[in-house]
């Protein structure tokens, strides 16, 4: 297992049973102490409360942030809703209080009537699909709570410097902060690569036969399950399990692909890899719609998704057409090298010779 997973999987097994976690922003960036919100209890809200700066939030998806009609605190700022305490709380400041609004926050059974407004507790309104949909700490949060298999909902706050009070603790700070404490360190990339990783990234869609130039080829399309790219992958031949399977990933371009421009490689690389293909009998395009504008060289400028992104687009592709083997078909080195250290990382076994 990657060291990185090690960490996601033991801040995980820390929130489960109801502990504290380090979640950082980077190597440089802040850090939050965060627990699952059904997990609060007065002595770890005494605990966040003391190592943080004391402005401990609720971050809750929006469909509860709704349920529980907690709106926005002005238009300017949609994320962090109007203050709260659960009645029967004494003045809501205290760790126990606290506690109990966090709780109550995250239980299914509380009602929008169960709390006064405004409070103490600050939720936030966080993006049910996590870190996947947004890089926040709040989607970091929930994701943590949600694959710890508490509720999906959490409790976090900064940490504070301990050598420069005035200032929140930041990078090799907060590293030092949790071996101290004995607690986890997780950051919100780590738990991308890790969802990326574990998640099934795509869904099936349509399938069909396809007569081209180059021969029948089975189509399947494939939808992108957060960012709704829709991706189409050729299959020319049959593919055997266990015998490596030619594979080119193109990566649309309209003008080269559609127009046969010449001011680009695209479509004379398509098309020759279709050609090879079609002249083996064997192989698999994975031609990849990111999402957004299409792609155009020479006419539209685009940001392409960085090639580890893609890559896992196309291991996921991959597993679900059951092809675990693959070898590289490509005249364009240096973006299939890349790709295909990519895909190999996910598992796929690669074999580098040109097919
Ligand atoms: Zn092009």
New binding site residues.
């Given amino acids: 297992m990657k060291t990185t997973d090690v960490r996601v999987c033991r801040a995980i097994t820390a929130v489960a049973n109801g502990q504290p976690v380090v979640l950082s922003n980077g190597s440089e960036g802040d850090g939050y102490l965060v627990c699952a919100a059904d997990a609060a209890t007065p002595g770890l809200l005494a605990f966040m409360v003391r190592h943080s700066s004391g402005y401990v939030r609720a971050a809750l998806p929006v469909s509860e942030c709704e349920r529980l009609n907690l709106p926005p605190m002005s238009h300017r700022d949609t994320a962090h809703c109007v203050s709260v305490d659960v009645r029967g709380t004494g003045t809501g400041i205290s760790a126990r209080d606290r506690a109990r609004t966090i709780a109550a926050l995250a239980s299914a059974d509380s009602v929008a009537t169960d709390f006064h407004r405004p409070g103490h507790v600050l939720p936030v309104r966080a993006d049910g699909e996590g870190v996947l949909a947004c890089q926040e700490p709040a989607e970091a949060a929930i994701d943590l709570a949600r694959m710890a298999g508490r509720g999906q909902a959490a409790a976090l706050a900064e940490i504070v410097s301990r050598r420069r009070p005035t200032q929140i603790a930041r990078g090799t700070e907060l590293v030092e902060f949790a071996v101290e404490h004995g607690l986890p360190v997780v950051s919100i990339g780590e738990l991308v690569a890790y969802r990326r990783r574990t998640e099934p990234q795509v869904v099936r869609l349509a399938e069909a036969i396809l007569p081209t130039w180059a021969g029948d080829s089975r189509v399947i399309g494939f939808r992108d399950v957060h960012d709704g790219g829709e991706h189409l992958v050729a299959i020319v031949g049959t593919v055997d399990a266990g015998v490596p399977v030619p594979l080119h990933v193109h990566v649309e371009?309209l003008?080269?692909d559609v127009f046969g421009?010449k001011a680009?490689?695209?479509g004379g690389e398509l098309n020759g890899a279709l050609a090879r293909m079609s002249a083996q009998g064997s192989g698999v395009v994975v031609y990849l719609r990111p999402s957004g504008p299409p792609r155009a060289?020479g006419l539209l400028t685009s940001n392409d998704a960085p090639a580890d992104t893609m890559s896992e687009t196309v291991a996921w592709i991959l597993r679900d057409l059951g092809v675990y083997a693959i070898k590289l078909s490509e005249d364009a080195p240096g973006f299939g090298l890349v790709m295909f250290g990519g895909i190999r990382e996910q598992g796929i076994s690669t074999l580098a010779a040109a097919g």
Avoid: A, K, P
């Fill in positions: 371009c003008t080269g421009s680009c490689r695209c060289c």
